[in-house]
């Protein structure tokens, strides 16, 4: 990915252009000021929302009073996340500056450790035994030659290609599809790289025990304080603004390029930056949560299916321009499969959380992901250690949760999770608990947000070579692409780690940072992490 020779610019001179301000952005940020010495003042964030962080949200809606909500959640790891707890060890926590984000986040995974009682549910409101994987030879066979596969020979081919319809009726592919968020159609060669990057999971699926967790939501427990921090360093961040077009100029003997103007749109009109000599543009392309909508207790969320947001626009508009800057139409293209809905409860007591902690053992915080792997809707919800928020008032509680199959028919609410309103799918989750003496209670005292994301699970789309740009394009020499939708060898998506080692690729490489980047960790290459994977596929 790196280019040969490069001369380093000038950390002093340069103005760090960041087109996006989501976590990648907001990392390339923190990483030029840290480590490239870049004058935080030289450095601009671009963000055409009015609000940092991109996917990595959280915090009350304006669709109902007394309601918080958040689209997402991540399950970190120690092993997995180098470059993300590289970034936080030096951003202070926002309750207790004298130590970092990711002291607390470790003082906190201490104190609430991860482990699933209820992992898996059936229809008559059985725990399952989630230890039994139900592997047989031939899915071992199965998995054993997607590991040996070379990428370029998967090419896009679907999971379900790989894979008998038994597999995916195992214990193992309930937990990992849902822990991961895979769906039967997504790219097999993603999935390889996931089982190379979490192998060390394989032995603790059922409990999610190796999950550690952020205090808060992440915007509250990362978000926040790393946008504090890069405001104090005197980053000028700029709301409202996004990026529409950008010109590039070929050397045509050197096949140098160089990113010499951006048109930028702003809430007041628009306006055209040109480029200096060591100047950097950095552009997040695609997004996740692009064209978001919202429901509440007696609506439905809207489904966007035209691009509005401009994460997208902007690719759609680079990549006309050079054949590496990827092909994003592979990944939006088809938002019947990538769509998703998620929604948070809101809860004015703690009636469910006590029932559910009776049903499960699990305080808040300790039991991770909760899947109905019979339902209709194949319902998932974690509850969260409390508050979950950090403006949460005192007596008000939160869980999230999620359909994967939004079309299908629900089990008691008999309509696609897609089209039911908030109470429809709180009726919904209250029958797959076998709660009905308390449903009455609960629809009273709950505000449900919906959220509907077009493009949640599009970074999983089956690809090939080139739909995804380098994070620094051949021969470029002041320009670099970040976010969910680049191409970094070996690492994988729908990962905060993802977005921050991109970031500090991208950086470290055009200043010339003479620091060490944290490897792509392969439990493979560990003969305990492996034969522990091992015995628990053949177990």
């Known amino acids: 990915m790196q280019n040969k020779k490069r001369t380093p610019l000038d950390a002093q001179q340069s103005h760090l ?6 976590i990648a952005g907001m990392a390339a940020a923190a990483f030029a000021i840290r480590d490239a010495k870049v004058p935080a003042k030289n450095i601009h964030i671009l963000e055409e929302l009015d609000i940092s962080g991109g996917s990595m949200d959280g915090g009350q809606t304006p669709h109902a009073a007394q309601a918080w909500v958040t689209r997402g959640g991540r399950m970190l790891t120690d092993e997995t996340y180098l470059c993300l707890w590289d970034l936080f060890s030096s951003i202070p926590s926002l309750e207790n500056p004298d130590i970092s984000v990711r002291e607390e986040c470790r003082e906190f995974n201490e104190k609430v450790k991860t482990h699933a009682n209820a992992r898996l549910i059936d229809a008559e409101h059985v725990i399952a035994d989630a230890a039994k994987l139900g592997l047989n030879t031939l899915h071992r066979a199965q998995m054993l030659r997607l590991l040996a596969s070379k990428e370029e020979k998967i090419g896009s081919r679907r999971i379900d290609e790989f894979f008998d319809e038994a597999f ?19 790219s097999a060669a993603e999935l390889r790289r996931y089982f190379l990057r979490f192998i060390q999971e394989l032995p603790r699926i059922h409990t999610l025990a190796g999950v550690k967790r952020t205090k808060y939501n992440q915007y509250d427990s990362m978000i926040l304080p790393l946008q504090r921090w890069l405001v104090a360093q005197g980053v000028d961040v700029r709301f409202g ?15 140098e390029r160089h990113a010499s103007r951006l048109y930028v749109q702003l809430p007041e009109g628009s306006e055209q930056i040109n480029l200096k000599a060591n100047d950097l543009a950095i552009f997040t392309l695609g997004s996740i949560t692009a064209d978001s909508r919202y429901g509440g207790n007696h609506d ?12 997208w626009t902007i690719w759609e508009t680079l990549a006309q321009k050079a054949p590496d800057f990827g092909r994003p139409m592979t990944f939006y293209g088809n938002v ?54 950090a403006d949460l008032p005192e007596g008000l509680y939160t869980l999230w949760g ?5 079309d299908h028919m629900g089990d008691y609410i008999k309509k696609p999770m897609s089209e039911a309103t908030g109470q429809e799918i709180l009726t919904e989750l209250i029958k797959q608990l076998g709660f009905d003496d308390i449903l009455d209670h609960v629809l009273a005292t709950t505000n449900v947000t919906t959220a509907m994301m077009p493009y949640a699970s599009a970074l999983f789309a089956c690809r090939k070579p080139g ?5 620094i394009p051949q021969g470029s020499q002041n320009f670099a692409f970040l976010g969910q939708f680049v191409e970094i ?31 792509i960790y392969n439990g493979l290459l560990d003969p305990k992490v492996g034969l522990k994977a091992l015995e628990t596929v053949f177990h």
Request: no cysteine; hydrophobic share 40%; proline share 4%.
């Open 17 to 22: 252009w960041i087109i996006g301000g989501g």
């Open 168 to 186: 995916f009726e195992t214990n193992f592919w309930r937990m990992w599809r849902t822990t991961f968020a895979f769906q039967n159609w997504h």
């Open 489 to 519: 060898e070996d690492d994988v998506v729908f990962t905060v780690e993802y977005s921050v080692r991109g970031a500090m690729l991208a950086i470290y490489e055009f200043f010339g940072v003479e620091r060490e980047i944290p490897e």
């Open 402 to 406: 999620y359909g994967f199959q939004i």
């Open 241 to 255: 603004h996004y990026v529409t077009d950008a010109d590039f100029i070929t050397n045509a003997e050197t096949q």
């Open 300 to 311: 439905v969320p809207a489904l966007v299916r035209h691009r509005e947001d401009h994460g």
């Open 467 to 471: 739909d995804r740009p380098q994070v």
């Open 336 to 389: 019947d499969e990538h769509k998703w809905e998620s929604f948070t409860l809101t809860m004015k007591d703690d009636v469910l959380l006590k029932r559910i902690i009776d049903y499960t053992g699990n305080e808040p915080g300790t039991g991770a992901l909760m899947t109905w792997y019979e339902s209709g809707w194949h319902l998932s919800i974690v509850v969260p250690a409390q508050p979950h928020f």
